[in-house]
């Protein structure tokens, strides 16, 4: 084997430089044949399939995750079960947890700006100039979200669950410190949301499952909150509620640009939320595009961080990230959720990212034949936002190949979904009844997880060791490196009749949608998704958001939030008509001065 090169910053687990080989970088794109099931017929597929695992082997066969195991070019290449690779810090590194806020996030955008979501510097000076108080703001959003009343507003379906009593009391320790003229920092009094499958103290995380009040799983309340929820609590952040989510990751929430279309997932609640003007900030999770599907579909940003980067997580695919209505807020909700947890060995040894050198060259990699999967009319979009960075920008665009592509997508699909299956299988006593919590959809996906061979997740993981050492690789030969593709290949996802009933089961749109995403999740490195445009709909009314997305080299968050801040800058001064908001968008800073002003008459 040819030697691999150092890399030219500090790491540790870093899998060394190396160009793939030629034969892993030929691309064959393939159709996907796995049956689309919806409706009643899923029921009774579900029922039988999650009892015969014959059957789930005939379709993990007929998914192609055995594929990978003949992949040649692999003897002697290690596997890599975790791409756990850190940053280093060194002498040039920040020795604060993270960077101060400088003006730009802590500025207000100009009030009439085409298109402009309220962030957490808006909530600021709304306190700031005793407008409204965070109280208020808690009052004037808890009907809009609560799931326990009856008639339940339109927008709590973002919602699984609210602590009333607990969110008032934050709410109003927040509006005394700023009565006292002592706010924690920009983001005390801020409302945010939690995903369900991330923990929270007092809440049982009920990964998006119908909660059933016999089982033992849905009676474990949680008795800590997850290290980047407890850095924005602990910044004043009033935590709102769990947020919905496709089950374990895979109910769904509404697109306020189109609710006929889906909200993408799995973080599906937030990326509602945040489109419809409920939040500002929302912690999601992303183990494939959990974070940048729903954020591309709803119109918003969202952070894939490096792994391990916010927390520790049983999964090679899973990280903890920021969702947010703006770059600013995007990068705020980083910098705190990102700090070092003194008690997470996996985490707190990477280094602080920081923001790039002005004046260091920016180069946009791009794939070609992997682009070409995309539908035209995303491709339009994408090519226009590309054009409009390298023309006024400075970037640079360099035409690159990428191993793996098709093994890649599909043993990532394969891990995750056997990753889900064990988790599944913690749920319940006896181990056996793991598929009995889920719903119809996911007990045929968790069951065909459950049959990959050993072997077979051992090949996944020498594959994901070509990629990461190809990646290595580039970023060595182009410091600076981001990979830009679309988030999503398709212009969104139609809802079909009946899919809100019982759901549905298409395999093959599942993993077209994640064609650009599971790159970052199965490589480790972090990945930004982007608003860049918008299409008329195939059905239903409003625009159809676009997302574009930019991967960079472990530890490279900083860079991917300025790049973010590029393309805000070009949907919002550049692209025609500017940035656009969905029709039923919430005004809540509007509610709470309305608050504000009858609380004043009394």
């Known amino acids: 084997m040819a030697p691999t090169m150092a890399p030219t910053k500090r790491f540790a687990n870093h899998p060394g430089a190396k160009e793939a080989p030629a034969s892993a970088l030929v691309y064959r794109i393939q159709e996907d044949k796995n049956p689309c099931i919806r409706g009643l017929p899923l029921v009774a597929a579900s029922l039988i399939i999650g009892s015969a695992s014959f059957l789930q082997k005939l379709l993990w066969k007929n998914a192609k995750f055995g594929e990978p195991k003949d992949t040649p ?62 109280l208020q703001v808690a009052e004037a959003l808890l009907p809009l979200i609560r ?27 927040s509006t005394e410190r700023w009565a006292a003229g002592m706010p924690l920092s920009i983001l005390d009094g801020v409302p945010f949301g939690v995903k369900d499958d991330v923990d929270v103290k007092g809440f049982v995380s009920t990964m998006g499952m119908k909660v059933r009040e016999e089982e033992e799983y849905f009676k474990k309340v949680k008795e800590s909150t997850a290290w980047p929820a407890l850095k924005m609590i602990e910044a004043g952040a009033v935590m709102m509620g769990k947020m919905n989510q496709h089950e374990v990751g895979m109910g ?52 894939k961080t490096t792994h391990n980067r ?31 947890n003194p008690d997470d060995p996996g985490q707190n040894l990477l280094a602080v990212s920081t923001p790039p050198n002005p004046t260091a060259k920016k180069y946009i990699g791009l794939c070609h034949e992997w682009l070409d999967t995309a539908s035209p009319e995303v491709i339009n979009i994408f090519d226009d936002a590309v054009n409009h960075l390298t023309t006024n920008f400075g970037y640079e665009a360099i035409d690159i190949q990428l191993p793996f592509l098709r093994q890649g997508q599909v043993a990532h699909a394969a891990t995750c979904l056997t990753e889900a299956a064990t988790d599944a299988t913690g749920r319940t006593t006896p ?51 981001l990979v830009l593709t679309p988030t999503s290949p ?16 298409d395999g093959n749109l599942s993993i077209k949608n994640m064609t650009f995403v599971w790159y970052a999740n199965t490589s480790g490195c972090p990945a930004v998704t982007c608003p860049v445009g918008y299409l008329p709909p195939k059905q239903g009314e409003g625009n159809v958001p676009v997302g574009l997305m930019a991967m960079g080299e472990w530890g490279a968050e900083e860079q991917l939030l300025a790049f973010a801040k ?3 800058g070009y949907l919002s001064e550049a692209y025609p008509g500017g940035r656009q908001r969905p029709k039923e968008w919430v005004d809540l800073v509007g509610l709470a001065r309305e608050r504000a002003g009858k609380d004043g008459e009394e």
């Open 147 to 173: 799931r326990d009343i009856e008639p339940q507003s339109k927008y709590a379906v973002a919602f699984t669950q609210t602590h009333v009593d607990e969110v008032l009391a934050a709410a109003k320790a």
């Open 431 to 481: 181990a056996s009844r793991y598929l009995s919590l889920l719903n119809y959809p996911n007990r045929i996906l968790v069951g065909t997880g459950a049959q990959t061979p050993g072997v077979d997740y051992l090949r996944y993981g020498q594959i994901r060791t070509v990629i990461m050492q190809h990646l290595a690789f580039l970023f060595e030969k182009y410091p600076g490196l």
């Open 566 to 568: 590029d393309t805000e």
């Open 252 to 303: 769904t929430a509404t697109n306020w640009y189109n609710t006929k279309y889906f909200p993408g997932g799995s973080s599906s609640g937030a990326g509602s939320a945040l489109s419809g003007g409920l939040l500002p900030i929302a912690v999601g999770t992303d183990a494939g595009g959990s974070v940048r599907i729903p954020t591309a579909f709803c119109g918003v940003y969202g952070l």
């Open 490 to 505: 398709m212009p969104g996802w139609p809802i079909h009749p009946g899919d809100e009933k019982y759901g549905n089961s």
């Open 310 to 340: 916010t927390c520790s997580m049983s999964s090679s695919m899973c990280v903890v990230g920021p969702m947010a209505a703006t770059v600013p807020d995007l990068t705020i909700a980083y910098r705190i959720m990102s700090q070092p």
């Open 73 to 134: 070019g692999l003897e002697g290449v290690h596997w890599r079960i975790q791409p756990n690779v850190i940053p280093l810090a060194d002498s040039t590194s920040p020795t604060t947890p993270f960077i101060p806020l400088t003006s730009k996030q802590q500025s207000i955008q100009p009030p009439d700006l085409a298109g402009r979501f309220y962030s957490a510097a808006d909530y600021y000076e709304l306190y700031r100039t005793g407008k409204a108080t965070p």
